[in-house]
């Protein structure tokens, strides 16, 4: 028998409810904001991400799925759905139109990487850009758009933590302040932080492997290095969340793991949601389009991974109730009535009633049965006397009345009493 790829999941019907529940909240959230779908193929050209997330990155040097199309072109599954959305806004000319510019997504993405709690081969992220907009307004509409989302799926226990990793040119000092400090600790740390030494220091800090984490702990704060301009940013993003009532704390090992970020980083947080903890983190990203050969444009963001959404609502008791069954199950007694359900059935669905009738030529007690399991509300029954009255008998599964309906009156009726 042939299973599942490591690190994919299916999403049984029994269980889609719960994945309802997050996009319906993010679509309402979104609508409230202002930001409209975007959707971009699964998979790319590899220099996308080369380019747009970091030749220095883990994802880049390490988890993305890339491989070669029948036409020897290297292609990659998406890591992440800021790059396509960048490539798209430049693709399509979409700084010429009505800015800000914003969108979300909702999409599958792909990293090979060890699987654990929260995080998969194959993971889902809900996402949001907003491009063209340089003010700390946009920066706390963004963080407070992700908020809002989280408060709307009934977490109250998921924590905010901000960081400004500053623009390119207070970062330059910042990078040598940290090559000065990694410089005696080197020969004991591991090979690919070696290689972030020369490449990207700031990588360091975001290192999972203990020894260097240990050494990390002690480096330089990127706050402490801030020009000016970028202190002032910061400090405005920082009042304006303040003054919307969104609860948030300062932290400086913050650095998000792209390296496309500057300024503005953030991490909403949950030590439910895996080893990391992490439930949804973003930031600002104004070098993005001139990485990849595009005219600066100002822009800011956010990604959630589903799954680890799902971890923290279950550990917080919040995970949605079950759907409810159809409204109606159509029962037949003999073979004139189960043809009288079928075309009953078509005519109920095309008046709004959610039903269903017996496909597996059951009795009428095993179709009761059924029902029952599968939560239909009402459970009309058809014989050779209904037929002949032009009526059913209607039982109400909720309170285990029955009531005579004729059959032209049977969608209303149900309409009527189905809340």
Request: hydrophobic letters at 40%; glycine letters at 8%; proline letters at 3%.
């Amino acid at each position: 028998m042939i299973q599942i790829p490591k690190g994919c999941k299916d999403v049984l019907p029994s269980q889609v409810y719960l994945w309802h529940r997050i996009e319906e909240t993010a679509r309402k959230t979104a609508a409230a904001y202002a930001f409209k779908e975007i959707r971009t193929p699964v998979f790319e050209h590899t220099e996308l991400f080369a380019r747009g997330v970091g030749d220095t990155t883990d994802i880049v040097n390490k988890e993305m799925y890339t491989f070669l199309d029948k036409g020897g072109r290297s292609v990659t599954l998406r890591p992440e759905g800021t790059a396509g959305v960048a490539r798209a806004f430049l693709e399509h000319g979409l700084a010429g139109g009505v800015m800000p510019f914003k969108a979300y997504y909702m999409i599958s993405a792909f990293r090979y990487e060890r699987p654990q709690a929260g995080r998969l081969r194959e993971f889902h992220q809900f996402g949001a850009e907003l491009y063209g907009a340089a003010g700390p307004e946009a920066d706390a509409e963004a963080i407070s758009f992700a908020d809002s989302f989280l408060r709307a799926l009934g977490l109250e226990k998921v924590a905010l933590r901000i960081n400004s990793i500053g623009c390119k040119h207070c970062r330059a000092r910042y990078h040598e302040a940290l090559k000065a400090y990694f410089a005696p600790h080197l020969g004991g740390m591991c090979e690919d932080c070696r290689n972030r030494y020369e490449k990207n220091p700031m990588r360091i800090l975001d290192c999972k492997v203990e020894g260097c984490k240990a050494v990390a702990a002690g480096a330089p704060r990127m706050l402490d290095y801030l020009c000016d301009d970028c202190r002032a940013h910061f400090d405005r993003v920082r009042s304006l969340l303040t003054q919307a009532g969104v609860a948030h704390t300062v932290d400086p090992s913050i650095v998000r793991g792209l390296d496309y970020y500057s300024r503005t980083v953030f991490e909403f947080v949950s030590a439910a949601a895996g080893a990391q903890g992490t439930v949804l983190g973003g930031g600002r990203y104004d070098t993005l389009l001139e990485q990849m050969d595009g005219k600066a444009v100002p822009a800011v963001g956010f990604a959630a991974g589903m799954e680890r959404l799902l971890l923290v609502m279950e550990s917080e008791g919040k995970l949605p109730a079950p759907e409810e069954g159809v409204d109606c199950y159509l029962a037949g007694m003999d073979a004139s009535s189960r043809e009288r359900a079928f075309l009953l059935a078509n005519e109920l669905r095309r008046q709004g009633v959610s039903c269903e009738t017996d496909l597996m030529e059951r009795s009428v007690k095993a179709q009761f049965k059924y029902a029952d399991k599968t939560g239909a509300r009402f459970v009309a029954v058809l014989g050779e006397r209904e037929l002949l009255d032009g009526a059913a008998e209607v039982k109400d599964m909720k309170t285990s009345s029955s009531e005579r309906v004729k059959l032209e009156e049977l969608a209303n009726y149900i309409l009527r009493r189905r809340s």
